[in-house]
């Protein structure tokens, strides 16, 4: 098999991926807090790892894909304080809770689909795991690592950290966290401030709280990833992602548990962890108000989008980043974006037709050392710009071959027809988008005439023309804009 290198953030190498039980891999990937849309920042994050998921899938591994759904726990500001993110909506829009679970649940799905990701093998719920919550804590406070102070339930993070190490993950460390750490308030519970909740003592106002032996509470947020984890996966299992926000607290509390539960070494062999996109230099976040909607992107109804993008043209965007560095937003890159992918495609349905000849005397075709970078840009941690830009020489490659400058034999042809539809449409999971298949790309063309036609009036100040191109496609439900670069259009 292929061999396969991965970047882990704990040991900050790239390893060699060698699964536990081959030809078996599992992977836990953080899934989103569902308590709003999903923004374009959180589409990357489940982008790379979907990823993950198709080349593991690509070089004949049986992936278990466990993606779960925060729907309790998450607390506002992500303090050990603050009101659960879901009740608060549900309060504000006077809805059940779970109503609003369901809402933004849907709406990732969606969301998922249209980008095409595919889904994962278990998408378990939090709320649908407050029991084996409950036993994780037992277990807990069986060894010795978490305490109870009124109704709620602290990890020991000091007493755990004198057997254990601590902060690996994140590079923290204890003494330095300690010194940085201020009391919050409500923290009076914690016999420390590194501390954090295991089960929250939940008081008269909480919406969503169950029966424990502690109190009417509900769990800490880092604890349903432990659990979900550890239950569909078992103590120690092959991959875990996230964002990269997501290292510290979360993914350090969820080593801390994992092992303070079970004991042992590492839950996890390989953590890995996608960068942020960014808009301006600053971090997509709906907080920020910077983060918009994948549907805002698709019509183009945001402040800082010039016109709609496709959601292939997006997908193609953002796999031309290394899924390890951050990538900035802008209209440049995506316009960008999508003229590569339309070079890709229209490259790739030539393919089944290419000429081809009996002998390759003499020709520099070489489809195996082709493929073979392909494969090597991927097995170096899931490298997609380079991939992308292998796949571009196979462009080229095609276009010599429809121009007769390069002879490939019938046998040729097909290698490369195999091998490029495996790494764009399995590894990449591009997809020729409904609006191309249906007219050929004719739309985009006439609209580009057109827009050309009304430029030509306006500098020949013929405004009547102008006026009725522009009027004629309104009614149309087609927008002309007009920018200083000159025009662009939209549908409504
Ligand atoms: P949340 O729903 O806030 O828990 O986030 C879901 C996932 O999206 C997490 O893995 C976050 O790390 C990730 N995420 C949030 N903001 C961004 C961003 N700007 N870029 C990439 N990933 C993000
Ligand atoms: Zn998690």
Redesign the pocket.
Same mark, same amino acid.
């Given at each position: 098999m292929q061999s396969l290198y991965i970047q882990n953030s704990l040991s900050r190498k790239k390893e060699l991926f060698v699964p536990l039980n081959p030809p078996y891999v599992g992977m836990y990937v953080?899934?989103?807090?569902v308590y709003s849309n999903?923004?374009l920042?959180?589409v990357?994050?489940?982008l790379t790892f979907d990823i993950v998921y198709r080349y593991l899938t690509f070089l004949g591994y049986q992936v278990r894909y466990v993606r779960n759904i925060?729907d309790v726990g998450?607390l506002t500001g992500d303090s050990e304080d603050g009101e659960d993110k879901i009740g608060k909506k549900a309060r504000l829009e006077n809805l059940e809770p779970m109503e609003i679970v369901q809402k933004y649940t849907n709406d990732f799905h969606d969301v998922t689909r249209v980008f095409n990701m595919i889904s994962p093998s278990i998408e378990p719920s939090a709320t649908g795991h407050i029991v084996e919550q409950i036993e994780m804590i037992q277990k807990i406070l069986e060894r010795g690592y978490g305490y109870e102070s009124n109704g709620s339930v602290y990890f020991n993070v000091r007493k755990f950290s004198e057997d254990f190490p601590y902060g690996e993950l994140s590079g923290r460390r204890i003494d330095d966290q300690l010194s940085n750490t201020r009391s919050l308030d409500g923290q009076d519970e914690k016999n420390d401030p590194l501390d954090f909740a295991l089960w929250k003592k939940a008081d008269t106002s909480h919406l969503m709280k169950w029966p424990s032996p502690w109190s009417e509470g509900f769990p800490g947020w880092h604890l349903e990833c432990s659990v979900m984890s550890t239950k569909y996966l078992g103590t120690t299992f092959d991959i875990h992602g !996230?964002? &990269?926000?997501?290292k510290f607290p979360h993914h350090e509390c969820e080593i801390a548990q994992n092992v303070g539960a079970h004991g042992g070494g590492s839950p996890v062999n390989y953590w890995m962890h !996608?960068? &942020?996109?960014?808009v301006n230099g600053r971090?997509?976040?709906k907080s920020e108000g910077n983060?918009f909607t994948p549907e805002e992107l698709i019509t183009g109804n945001h402040p800082l989008l010039e016109r709609g993008y496709s959601a292939m043209t997006v997908r193609f965007f953002m796999l031309q980043g290394h899924y390890a560095s951050t990538l900035d937003f802008s209209n440049d890159a995506l316009q960008a974006a999508e003229k590569g992918l339309e070079r890709l495609v229209t490259a790739m349905s030539k393919l089944a037709d290419l000429p081809a000849t009996a002998s390759t005397e003499g020709s520099e075709a070489d489809i195996p050392s082709l493929l073979d970078r392909c494969a090597q840009a991927m097995g170096d941690d899931f490298n997609t710009p380079i991939l992308i830009s292998v796949l571009f020489d196979a462009v080229k490659l095609i276009n010599n071959v429809t121009s007769g400058k390069i002879a490939i034999t019938s046998v040729q042809r097909q290698e490369l027809k195999d091998g490029m539809e495996g790494y764009v449409f399995d590894v990449l999971g591009l997809k020729v988008e409904e609006k191309t298949r249906q007219d050929g790309g004719d739309t985009d063309a006439l609209m580009g005439l057109l827009v050309e036609l009304r430029g030509n009036a306006k500098t020949n100040k013929d405004w009547a023309t102008a006026d009725t191109i522009r009027d004629t496609l309104s009614q149309l439900g087609i927008t002309i804009m007009d920018g200083k670069d000159g025009s662009t259009w939209k549908k409504d």
């Open positions: 953080c899934g989103p807090t999903v923004h920042g959180n990357r994050t489940f925060t998450h !996230g964002g &990269m926000d997501l !996608g960068n &942020m996109l960014t971090k997509m976040a983060g």
